[in-house]
C-alpha cells in the first residue's frame, strides 16, 4: 500500500497528476509500505515475490549474460607468471576479457620491500585494491641478481597516477563482474493505481 501522506517523503498530491505532468517532476515523492497480513517470528527471513514476470525475465538473463564460474577463467596461471604485459603489448597479444589487473594499496607508499616473509594479499588489502595497468618494465640487477620491476598507472583519488620501481607480488589478477546488471520495470498491481494514471486508450 502507499505510505500514508508525510511520511517518508510521500506526496499524495502526485495521485491527481496525469503522467506527463509526473514526468516533469524529479524529486521523489512516492513511497510503498509492506504490511505484514500475520505475525512475525523473530529471526524470520522476510522475502518478496517479484511474480512470474520477473523471473521470467531473470532465468533469461542468466541464460544470455552471466559467464557460469566453471567458464570463468582460470587466475593461477596468470599470478604465477613473473611477465605482466605492459598496455603496448596488449594491442597484438591481449589478455582474456573477463580478467583485470589491479594493484595492492601500498604502491602508494615509497620504496616497497623487493620481498616478504607473510603474504601481503591481506583481507584489508583485497578492500583496498587499486585498478592499474603496467605501462613498461625492465629487468634489474640487484646484490648479484636479476629481478623484474614494473612502471604502472593507478587509479587512486579520480585520476591516474604514475609509480614506478613496483615489485612482481605487488600485482593481483582477478576475474571481472558481469559487465550487464539485471534490470527490470517496477510493477505495481492495478488496485493501488490511481485513476489518473491510467492510459484508458489501452
Known amino acids: 500500500r502507499w505510505a500514508p501522506h508525510g511520511q517518508i517523503l510521500q506526496n499524495d498530491t502526485y495521485f491527481n497528476m496525469t503522467p506527463t505532468e509526473l514526468s516533469e517532476i524529479h524529486t521523489p515523492g512516492l513511497a510503498i509500505d509492506y504490511v505484514a497480513i500475520r505475525d512475525i517470528e523473530e529471526g524470520e527471513e522476510l522475502t518478496i515475490d517479484y511474480g512470474k514476470r520477473w523471473s521470467s525475465a531473470y532465468?533469461?538473463?542468466?541464460?544470455v549474460h552471466m559467464v557460469s564460474m566453471e567458464n570463468l577463467?582460470?587466475?593461477?596461471?596468470?599470478?604465477?607468471?613473473?611477465?605482466?604485459r605492459t598496455e603496448a603489448e596488449q594491442l597484438s597479444d591481449p589478455y582474456p576479457r573477463d580478467i583485470s589487473?589491479?594493484?595492492?594499496?601500498?604502491?602508494?607508499?615509497?620504496?616497497?620491500?623487493?620481498?616478504?616473509k607473510t603474504d601481503i594479499w591481506t583481507e584489508t588489502a583485497f578492500k583496498d585494491i587499486l585498478a592499474c595497468s603496467v605501462m613498461d618494465r625492465r629487468v634489474?640487477?640487484?646484490?648479484?641478481?636479476?629481478?623484474?620491476?614494473?612502471?604502472?598507472?593507478?587509479?587512486?583519488g579520480g585520476s591516474w597516477i604514475g609509480r614506478t620501481g613496483i615489485p612482481r607480488m605487488?600485482?593481483?589478477w582477478f576475474?571481472?563482474?558481469?559487465?550487464?546488471?539485471?534490470?527490470y520495470p517496477m510493477q505495481l498491481p492495478d488496485?493501488?493505481?490511481?485513476?489518473?494514471?491510467?492510459?484508458f486508450d489501452s
Open 59 to 63: 532465468t533469461e538473463y542468466l541464460k
Open 73 to 84: 577463467t582460470k587466475l593461477d596461471p596468470f599470478n604465477r607468471e613473473e611477465t605482466i
Open 101 to 116: 589487473l589491479m594493484c595492492h594499496p601500498n604502491i602508494l607508499k615509497g620504496q616497497l620491500p623487493l620481498t616478504s
Open 140 to 156: 634489474v640487477l640487484k646484490d648479484g641478481s636479476t629481478r623484474i620491476e614494473y612502471a604502472a598507472r593507478v587509479w587512486y
Open 170 to 172: 605487488y600485482f593481483r
Open 175 to 183: 576475474n571481472k563482474e558481469p559487465t550487464k546488471a539485471f534490470r
Open 191 to 199: 488496485s493501488i493505481i490511481p485513476e489518473a494514471w491510467m492510459d
